[in-house]
């Protein structure tokens, strides 16, 4: 009886320390990550052991909950390729003709990991000149050699910097220069066996060929030295056919009927309806017909931020649901049109509808940062997509460019005015609608590194996250929030300006 009366003391005084998002995320005000803490649970267990496996749609779940935006400047083969060998997935963008779309699908799924698969080749009869000017453009000056200067012609010799370096006349064709006793690879070769033979070789590239001689990719010790410094990437996404997992963004017109069916052919795995505004006929049409057309495909339709939004698409049979609106750093959204929601709110509610079908909540566009992660997770998001997150990194599409002596790369919108000239040119031929709005702004970002390295290292940190809230899983999350176990606040201007750095002179910032 006296034990009984502690509890209920205790649990009255816990009543009172913090807030349950039930309360919290329905008094009328639009929450985001920053405006909100967690209260830390009880830790039982290590960082190590929490499981952060979620899932993008209701038949594909992930690993590692991380997901890369079908944005122009994001997501291409190399980083759909690069987010499943890591257990995540990237969804590959549309601002491009179906073929070349349906062409970043298919090289996705030949990329190997530690192999370079579309490698800079030249013919017999190609010049040190021309060397020169691919040292000059893409840095390096060491390539294969092939009967007619293409992958998947006959290996005929590599040329390096050793073999033209001395050679007066720039002018000499490469076959009489190349070095022709080359040690390669065959194409079933392993990669940890081609690392082995390229460590032994002391050479700079390891060419893999096919049965007949043909050149099929290439491994590179650069390539390997650095990827040897990488943290272990643990098991890739893959799907029913044993190839990697690779996603696509469509649209909803006519046009985008054809787009499907070659993404299809190419062997996509899961398509996004990409939209600002997801709760639409145009949508619930195509939803409709892609769920008739191709039953075995998920699609994932949004962006949605509100209860009946969602209650619309998931009836209409989306297998997942995409939230944001004017969230993402490039977002003008909110600005234009004065529509949105902050992104907790968003996923909070969102995800809590969508849970009662199953159906999962990727939250979309916002994240700066691990802590943000972890947040989008606790809240009820099963993945969460990432645009600037990811810009900057070596796999995005573009190379870097210098400026003020740092080193950038471009990042945009897709409502942004650059974005729409070139998809309305390129997507849709002949929509030439007349007054174009920007929903989103071109800008540049820092150099980020690889995201071999950036992934691993920031899922540690969210582990470390759900360790410290005491949750061991995105389900247990999920039951802890939605039985008002989870308790939160929210944090006045003066408790954000005390989570950050703060009174200092000087520091360096570094999350690894
Ligand atoms: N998540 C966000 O907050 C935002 C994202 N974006 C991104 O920018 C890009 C463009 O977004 P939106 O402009 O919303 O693209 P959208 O293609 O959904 O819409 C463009 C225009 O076409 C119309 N439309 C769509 N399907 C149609 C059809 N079948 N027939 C006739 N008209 C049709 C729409 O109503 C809209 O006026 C997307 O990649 C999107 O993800 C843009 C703004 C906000
Ligand atoms: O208002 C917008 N105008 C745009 O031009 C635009 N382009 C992308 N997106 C959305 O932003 C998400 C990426 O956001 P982050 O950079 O914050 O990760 C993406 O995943 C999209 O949802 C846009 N939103
Ligand atoms: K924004």
Known sequence: MALNM???????????????????????????????????????????????????????SLRVPLVSSPMDTVTEGTMAAAMAALGGIGFIHYNNRPEE???????AKRIRPGFVVDPVVFGPRATIKDLDRLKETRGFSSVCVTEDGRVGSKLLGVVTSRDTDFVPDRSTELSDVMTSDVITVPSKCSREEAE?????????????????????????????????????????????????????????REDDKERLKLLVAAGVNVVILDSSQGDSTFQLNMLNYVKKNYPALDVIAGNVVTVPQARRLIEAGAD??????????????????????????????????????????????GIANSGHIVKALALGASSVMMGSFLAGTEETPDEY???????????????????????????????????????????????????????????????????????????????????????????????????????????EKRLF
Not at 29 to 40: A, G, K, M, R
Not at 101 to 107: I, L, M, P
Not at 237 to 252: E, F, H, M, N, W
């Open 401 to 507: 460019f210098m400026k003020n002596g740092m080193k950038l790369k471009r990042y945009r919108g897709m409502g942004s005015l650059e974005a729409m000239s070139k998809g309305s040119d390129t997507r849709y031929f002949g929509d030439k609608s007349v007054l174009k709005i920007a929903q989103g702004v071109s800008g540049a970002v820092a150099d980020k590194g690889s995201v071999m390295r950036l992934i691993p290292y920031t899922m540690q940190a969210v582990r470390h996250g759900f360790q410290d809230l005491g949750i061991k899983s995105l389900k247990e999350a999920a039951q802890r929030l939605y039985s008002d176990e989870t308790k939160m606040e929210v944090r006045t201007p003066a408790a954000q300006k005390e989570g950050g750095i703060h009174d200092l002179v000087s520091y």
């Open 6 to 60: 502690e509890q209920n003391a205790a649990d009255g005084w816990a009543a009172t320390d913090g807030v349950i998002a039930r309360k919290l995320f329905s008094q009328g005000y639009s929450f985001t990550y920053d405006d909100l803490i967690f209260h830390p649970g009880h830790i039982s267990f290590a960082a190590d052991d929490v499981d952060l496996r979620g899932r993008v749609s209701r038949r594909i």
């Open 196 to 252: 082995k033979i390229l460590i032994q070789s002391k050479k700079g590239r390891l060419p893999v060929v096919s049965s007949n001689g043909e050149l099929v990719g290439l491994m590179v010790r650069a390539d390997l030295k650095k990827a040897l410094a990488y943290p272990a990437r643990g098991e890739p996404s893959l799907g029913p056919d044993g190839k990697i997992l690779v996603g696509a963004a469509i649209g909803t």
């Open 320 to 365: 997942g649901l995409r939230v944001g609106m004017g969230s993402g750093s490039i977002c003008t959204t909110q600005e234009v049109c004065a529509v949105g929601r902050g992104q907790a709110t968003a996923v909070y509610q969102t995800a809590k509808f969508a849970s009662t079908y199953d159906v999962p909540v990727i939250a979309d566009g």
């Open 101 to 107: 779309q349906a062409a970043q699908v298919v090289r």
